[in-house]
């Protein structure tokens, strides 16, 4: 779980530099360009001039900063500009029209390949922008009182239109809602444009012990039913007094609030529904964090997620003495793989001596609670998501690393604890952690979707709070929206998982093969050797940080090392679509006393294929595995999360545990395959393959153990999956 920000790629470009005059009288006066980052735009101007024999051009970025940055290399000839700028890792090269009012070039940045074109008209400020922005909306910063007296910092944007009276959306985050000070606005806003043009009213707000905000900070704070005293305090509390004070408040509001956010501020929307204030009439948890132990973000079924885990809490878990603006730098790993890094790394304790200390608190408490005792249960707020009053959009991503299993469950809870006249709404899209908010989301890696499928999430989005905040239009949206990958639609449907679903099982045969029948062989399984020191990695490339993109990535480089079972069908001779949640059913023996299991389930493309889109990494996609859902289990709570139980050496033992959700067509000549490991590195921390206190323990505790998976009589291990019927 981390962060949702939009990187802002592009500084502003401020340079002079002199170099051949030829052609001056084509390039010289001022130009004008847009730059569209994935959810951003930026404009980029220019002005050249002829000095002295030489070229001095400049350049601006009128949407961000004033500051100036040089350009290593300028120059122009036989009408083609070309220019770096090497500490921005900025590229462009461009040609000028015959008339010379216009420059077709492209813009190289960070990985990135944009189109620029500099013309000679003004370009208006873009949508989004900070002058975009302040041209709608004023602002304001304020502190608002709890009822313990501790203030929360809390910045308001209301619509210049004063002649009615709009709804407010509120985001609290602990994420920092204004670094760049009172003057500046919020980097929030530039993903609402819809619905600032609706003439919302926009409040962020820093949650309790977090950058401005007073009082101290506890992470995903546990829910208190049985309040007694002002004291007693809670996040559900703090959002309820800060709705108050602001329908109280805050000019020409009409009396209706609605709270939405993704990740974290996805956690606080879902604990704004309990004992919600009665001016809370609409909830968008997005994304939410929900069980940190079970299914999102630092632990997968009991695993600790080694990477987001380390990044994530080496800055963002560091004390604040006093409110601040300013954040704090994570650990800075060297050089630019990490497998390599944690792998030299050890054991996790040594984790703690390189980055943590004892200075993180929830670090120190994360190694201190291996299992899923009080700490982590009290942190859940599902149990509490009964008697909701408001109406709920939950929505998520399909290939969100981080949080995926938080909405299909958020969901879930509320459907499963609350009358069925409570409105209860599910979207999932496509999309990585936030994707919805920051790009169109037409692809994520290699894999195309066909269209822009944000925009969907956008008008449903402003139809929701339209809806219920402002009495506007209809509410047509289903129980479930959900985009199918594979055939690349929105579907629509009265209940999550579909009622019109079949029950199979995708056996593990003998032959590596994959059947919907049981095998009927007796004595039959896979053995190998899983070697903690050769861990089998997440991902082909070298990266420095967990990719988004893993989710759909190619599994063809794990399908070839000797440590992953592989079981795959013959192609398919009709479209299969699989909706619901997956379950892995293993028959497994170890000759160590602990395992982690890793079930992958996988779309294997036509070994011929000539009309997929181009992707961005030039991967022939022809043959290409996409991982559809890939889920860890920690074998040692195979019978109880609260009470870890061993493994008896060389004892079949089964290990039954759920995937989440997928909405997925397996295309006609396409085939499913299923891929089975003991480790998903560094992705997740590696298991010792023996019965110790991971956290604590040492180098020397890493073992290698043979492994067997059965596909047998009576021992038939496989996924059961849900068929979506026609």
Avoid at 31 to 36: A, D, N, R, S, T
Avoid at 516 to 525: G, K, R
Wanted: contains cysteine; aromatic residues 12%; negative net charge.
């Amino acid at each position: 779980m981390k962060k949702t920000i939009l990187p802002v790629l592009l500084s502003i470009l401020c340079f002079a530099i002199f170099s051949n005059p030829l052609g001056a009288q084509d390039i010289t006066g001022k130009w004008h360009g847009l730059l569209e980052f994935p959810g951003m735009k930026i404009r980029f101007d220019m002005e050249v001039a002829q000095q002295n024999g030489q070229y001095k051009a400049t350049a601006y970025s009128p949407d961000q900063t004033d500051e100036g940055i040089p350009v290593d290399e300028f120059s122009y000839a036989n009408g083609k500009m070309d220019f770096a700028i090497t500490n921005l890792d900025v590229q462009y090269s461009g040609t000028m029209d015959k008339g010379s009012s216009s420059i077709q070039g492209i813009f190289k940045q960070f990985g990135q390949t944009l189109p620029l074109v500099l013309s000679r008209n003004v370009l208006e400020a873009p949508e989004g922008s900070p002058e975009w922005l302040k041209a709608r909306l004023d602002k304001q910063e304020v502190y608002i009182t709890m009822r313990d007296g501790v203030r929360l910092f809390t910045s308001i944007y209301t619509p210049k239109d004063a002649s009615k009276d709009h709804p407010m959306l509120m985001t609290r985050t602990p994420y920092n809602i204004e670094p760049e000070g009172p003057e500046a606005y919020s980097r929030y806003l530039s993903r609402n444009v819809k619905l600032i043009e609706e003439g919302y009213i926009f409040v962020y707000q820093d949650v309790r012990g977090r950058h401005m905000s007073e009082g101290d900070y506890m992470d995903v704070r546990p829910y208190k039913p049985n309040k007694k005293s002002k004291t007693d305090i809670d996040e559900t509390t703090d959002t309820y007094d800060a709705i108050d004070w602001l329908v109280k408040n805050v000019a020409h509001n009409n009396g209706r609030v609605g709270v939405f956010g993704i990740s974290y501020p996805g956690f606080y929307s879902t604990m704004s529904l309990i004992g919600a204030h009665p001016a809370l009439k609409a909830v968008s948890p997005q994304a939410p964090v929900t069980n940190w132990f079970i299914g999102d973000d630092f632990h997968h079924n009991g695993a600790f997620a080694l990477m987001d885990g380390f990044s994530f809490y080496s800055g963002f878990g560091r004390p604040r003495p006093k409110p601040t603006r300013s954040g704090q730098s994570g650990y800075d790993i060297p050089g630019g793989d990490n497998y390599d890094f944690f792998l030299k790394m050890g054991a996790l304790k040594h984790a703690t001596e390189i980055a943590f200390g004892d200075s993180i608190l929830f670090w120190t408490e994360l190694m201190n609670h291996p299992n899923y005792d009080d700490f982590w249960k009290a942190r859940d707020p599902r149990p509490f998501l009964k008697n909701i009053k408001p109406a709920v959009l939950t929505v998520g991503g399909l290939f969100d690393a981080e949080d995926c299993w938080g909405a299909w469950h958020t969901y879930e809870a509320i459907e499963k604890q609350n009358p069925a006249t409570t409105s209860n709404r599910l979207m999932m899209g496509p999309w990585s952690h936030g994707q919805w908010a920051g790009d169109a989301g037409e692809h994520l890696g290699n894999i195309h979707f066909g269209a822009n499928t944000a925009e969907h999430y956008k008008d449903v989005e402003l139809e929701f709070f339209n809806f219920y905040l402002k009495d506007k239009g209809n509410i047509t949206l289903p129980e479930a929206d959900i985009f199918i990958t594979g055939e690349n639609k929105w579907h629509s449907f009265d209940t999550w998982p579909p009622k019109n679903v079949t029950e199979k099982t995708l056996y593990f045969q003998p032959n590596g093969s994959i059947t919907m029948e049981a095998p009927t062989a007796t004595a039959s399984f896979d053995e190998y050797v899983s070697d903690p020191m050769k861990p089998v990695p997440y991902t082909e490339d070298v990266h420095l940080h967990r990719t988004r993109e893993y989710m759909t990535d190619d599994q063809r480089f794990a399908a070839r090392r000797p440590d992953v079972m592989v079981y795959q069908t013959d192609a398919l001779s009709e479209d299969m679509t699989l909706a619901g949640p997956l379950n892995a059913d293993l028959f497994v023996s170890t000759t160590g006393t602990d395992a982690d299991f890793v079930v992958k389930l996988i779309d294997v493309f036509p070994d011929t294929l000539s009309d997929y889109p181009k992707n961005d990494m030039n991967v022939p996609m022809a043959g290409y595995e996409m991982l559809v859902r890939g889920e860890i289990f920690r074998g040692r709570y195979r019978n109880s999360y609260e009470k870890p139980e061993a493994f008896v050496p060389g004892k079949v033992t089964e290990v039954k545990y759920e995937l989440p959700s997928i909405a997925h067509t397996f295309k006609k000549g396409h085939r499913i395959m299923v891929q089975v490991q003991n480790s998903w590195f560094p992705l997740f921390d590696r298991n010792p393959q023996q019965m110790v206190d991971i956290y604590h323990c040492s180098n020397s505790d890493f073992q290698k153990a043979t492994m067997r998976v059965y596909h047998e009589a009576g021992k038939a291990s496989g996924v059961k999956v849900k068929v979506l019927g026609k």
